[in-house]
């Protein structure tokens, strides 16, 4: 799932390793039928439970934004899809390490002894995470980044390009590293920090970060979601108002698509904002 920079990596990982690729799934329609490395794009997301039909049992969520990655990434899941690690062969993984589904490792990380890396982490070009660190799930680690020994990164955490970590360093979730940043001492949940050393700078935009759906019961971040078609203490307004203004795209797309076939008047508010 994807089409883009990270997409255009995972997939010569995925022919590295001897994966066949059926295509590319895409959001924009325009894309849809035009080539995209060796493949096709075949369709948009909402292609995927047909796809399921004809015997596609894994997807790879590939696109660099943490929070969009979880999301889909829960939906895949939902509908029953394995999600594969794609190792570049020049990567280095310790043999104790502990890799969640769906973690993508770009060509020469390095990712040592005791490390654990949760679901849906991306460790891009070349960066290292060294030992005993925590990288929990949906993480971005960006090209050359050096993690240094227990330091730990929260979930859909984007550390920028180049930046260094100081060992037992913690660092938040859905957090915003700016690129080369020198961070020597924790930083908090929901931030941008950059700099040298890092300094929290402002607020990153609050993030959906999964959904997850179990017959009509959607789940958002651990809350349930769908009761009458409200989210108890969500402030759809707000999170909409946040979510645009950090330039996501996710509100424009999600409203076209549930993948378990219901209207969008039947469907959870917080997924499809257009018709709450
Ligand atoms: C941090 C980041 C998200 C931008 O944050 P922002 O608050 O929107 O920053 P702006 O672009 O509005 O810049 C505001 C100021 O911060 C400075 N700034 C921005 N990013 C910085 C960084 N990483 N380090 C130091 N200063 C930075 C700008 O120079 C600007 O300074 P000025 O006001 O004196 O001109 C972005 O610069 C960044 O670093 N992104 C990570 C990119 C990355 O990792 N890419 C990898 C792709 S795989």
């Known amino acids: 799932m994807g089409a883009g920079g ?11 390793r001897g994966f066949e690729v059926a295509g590319f799934l895409a959001d924009n329609p325009a894309r849809h039928g035009s080539t995209f490395r060796s493949g096709t794009v075949l369709g948009g997301f909402d292609l995927l439970p047909e796809l399921q039909k004809h015997g596609l049992a894994q997807a790879v969520v590939a696109f660099g934004n943490c929070a969009a990655r979880l999301k889909f990434a ?15 062969p020049s990567a280095v993984v310790a043999p104790d390490v502990e890799l969640g589904p769906g973690a993508i490792l770009m060509p020469g990380a390095i990712v040592n002894a005791g490390a654990k890396v949760g679901a849906n982490v991306i460790m891009n070009t ?6 005993d660190c925590r990288v929990a799930e949906g993480a971005h680690i960006a090209p050359g980044v050096r993690i240094s020994g227990r ?14 970590v100081l060992e037992d360093v913690n660092i938040g979730a859905n957090a915003l590293i700016g690129a080369g940043s020198l961070v020597l001492k924790d930083i908090p949940d929901g931030v941008v920090a950059y700099g040298s050393p890092a300094k ?3 607020p990153n935009a609050r993030l959906p970060l999964s ?14 979601c769908m009761e009458n078609g ?7 307004a707000q999170l909409r108002a946040d ?13 076209d698509w549930d993948p378990l076939g219901r209207s969008a008047e039947e469907a959870c508010p917080y997924c499809y904002p257009d018709v709450a």
């Open 6 to 16: 990270i997409a255009t990596v995972a997939y010569d990982i995925a022919v590295a």
């Open 243 to 255: 979510t645009q203004a950090a330039g996501e795209t996710i509100w424009a797309t999600l409203p």
């Open 126 to 131: 070349a960066c290292s995470v060294d030992h």
């Open 74 to 88: 829960s939906l895949v899941r939902s509908l029953g899809f394995e999600m594969p690690n794609l190792v570049h």
């Open 200 to 202: 929290v700078v402002r």
């Open 230 to 236: 409200v989210i108890p203490g969500v402030d759809f």
């Open 151 to 164: 330091v730990t990164i929260g979930r859909a955490t984007w550390v920028g390009v180049g930046s260094v």
């Open 211 to 224: 959904v997850e759906r179990f017959g009509d019961t959607v789940i958002v971040d651990g809350k349930l």
